[in-house]
């Protein structure tokens, strides 16, 4: 019996003989012996036993994260849902917001259009670019491409009269425009800016 098992053993991977090692409570006498006597002329210790099952757990724990990311997404497929979410939130609140304000506080109808295209495109660029919320380059071009885009939808409202229903998804589409735009320029000027600070104070940046 104890010549089957050494001969068993002796064809088995180094793996295979640590994985038997982890758990040698579950062998026989005669198969604990020979599966010891294998790892002496191997040379693999309690060190490489423990390593292994270090492997063993890390390996376990990354496919359990692939399986979690295969069935809900990954981290950032979730917050991106988690801030579209809080985006559609906020275009509710202050729509409801506004239809509670009395008749007089409302804007004309051809303002009103034009606000609403602008409020859609300023909090899906605010979702998209969840990333930039604490660079003050960000909100500033999003106020000043906003207010452009304002007054380019109201006057081509007031031109050609109110959007169909394609012509109001372009506008949310082109309302991305103007903001890029106006993006590069702010951060053209913050960047020339801090470099001119930079030569005034030169022991400020080393």
Avoid: C
Wanted: net charge neutral; hydrophobic share 45%.
């Amino acid at each position: 019996m104890l010549n089957e098992f050494s001969a068993d053993y002796s064809a088995r991977s180094d793996d295979e003989l640590l994985v038997l090692a982890s758990d040698r409570g579950s062998l026989t006498t005669e198969a604990a012996a020979a599966l010891e006597a294998e790892l002496h002329r191997r040379k693999l210790t309690e060190v490489d036993q423990a390593e292994h099952e270090q492997f063993v757990r890390r390996s376990e724990q990354r496919e359990a994260k692939r399986r979690r990311r295969k069935i809900f997404g990954t981290r950032r497929n979730i917050s991106t849902w988690v801030d579209l979410f809080w985006g559609l939130m906020a275009i509710a609140l202050i729509w409801i917001t506004y239809l509670a304000l009395p008749s007089r506080y409302h804007m004309k109808s051809d303002w009103q259009e034009a606000a609403t295209d602008v409020m859609f495109v300023s909090v899906f660029i605010a979702v998209a670019s969840n990333s930039l919320w604490r660079t003050i380059a960000f909100w500033i071009s999003l106020t000043i491409a906003s207010a452009i885009e304002l007054l380019v939808v109201h006057a081509w409202i007031q031109r050609f009269g109110n959007f169909s229903r394609w012509e109001g998804k372009l506008g949310v589409l082109v309302g991305f425009g103007p903001f890029l735009a106006v993006y590069a320029i702010v951060l053209r000027l913050q960047r020339t800016f801090d470099g001119e600070e930079a030569r005034e104070n030169p022991s400020v940046h080393p």
